[in-house]
């Protein structure tokens, strides 16, 4: 069953079968389950803006905590909308990372090469992946979206889970 997500100062609180997690308010969410936060530095002559960007709660207990992330792109590349950046490693899973802001990318978050486990600690503040100077991609989400989404996508995975035989429950 899934509670009506509580707005409760800066964040929303989301509970949805086992599943537990706060979300900021402030941060914009891709479907793919990537979060975008303005850093509130100035807006360039184009009207872009710096965008950090991290995996959800969500995102992180599929992955598990992050090993290793590889890119392909660097500082100063302009990457667009989709367009796969490298690669990301957890304990339970490897994933593409693809962006979800399109613009020039600025570099990755300094502290994960030494505290990789801060995308699981702390997937939405200090455990940011990269950031970009641009816009979102289309299609982007509020608070509000993201956690309707997530539970559509909660939903799926159960009935998919109960579905399939191979999967052990009867």
Same mark, same amino acid.
């Given at each position: 069953?899934?509670?009506?997500?509580?707005?409760?100062?800066?964040?929303?609180?989301?509970?949805?079968?086992?599943?537990?997690?706060?979300?900021?308010?402030?941060?914009?969410?891709?479907?793919?389950?990537?979060?975008?936060?303005?850093?509130?530095?100035?807006?360039?002559?184009?009207?872009?803006?710096?965008?950090?960007?991290?995996?959800?709660?969500?995102?992180?207990?599929?992955?598990?905590?992050?090993?290793?992330?590889?890119?392909?792109?660097?500082?100063?590349?302009?990457?667009?909308?989709?367009?796969? #950046?490298?690669? /990301?490693? &957890?304990?339970? =899973?490897?994933? $593409? +990372?693809?962006?979800?802001?399109?613009?020039?990318? *600025?570099?990755?978050?300094?502290?994960?090469?030494?505290?990789?486990?801060?995308?699981?600690?702390?997937?939405?503040?200090?455990?940011? #992946?990269?950031? /970009?100077? &641009?816009?979102? =991609?289309?299609? $982007? +989400?509020?608070?509000?979206?993201?956690?309707?989404? *997530?539970?559509?996508?909660?939903?799926?995975?159960?009935?998919?889970?109960?579905?399939?035989?191979?999967?052990?429950?009867?």
């Amino acid at each position: 069953m899934t509670s009506a997500p509580e707005p409760s100062g800066e964040t929303v609180r989301f509970r949805h079968s086992h599943f537990t997690a706060r979300f900021p308010v402030a941060h914009r969410y891709a479907p793919s389950h990537f979060w975008m936060s303005r850093r509130g530095e100035p807006v360039d002559a184009s009207g872009a803006e710096v965008w950090r960007v991290g995996m959800t709660r969500f995102a992180t207990r599929m992955l598990g905590e992050l090993v290793e992330m590889l890119l392909d792109v660097g500082p100063g590349d302009v990457v667009a909308a989709g367009q796969r #950046l490298g690669s /990301v490693e &957890g304990f339970k =899973a490897v994933s $593409d +990372l693809f962006s979800v802001v399109e613009g020039v990318f *600025l570099g990755t978050n300094p502290l994960l090469a030494t505290e990789a486990c801060l995308t699981h600690s702390d997937p939405h503040g200090s455990g940011w #992946l990269y950031e /970009v100077r &641009g816009r979102p =991609a289309a299609g $982007d +989400l509020d608070v509000h979206g993201y956690v309707e989404l *997530l539970a559509g996508t909660i939903d799926r995975l159960q009935a998919s889970r109960y579905s399939d035989p191979s999967s052990g429950d009867d």
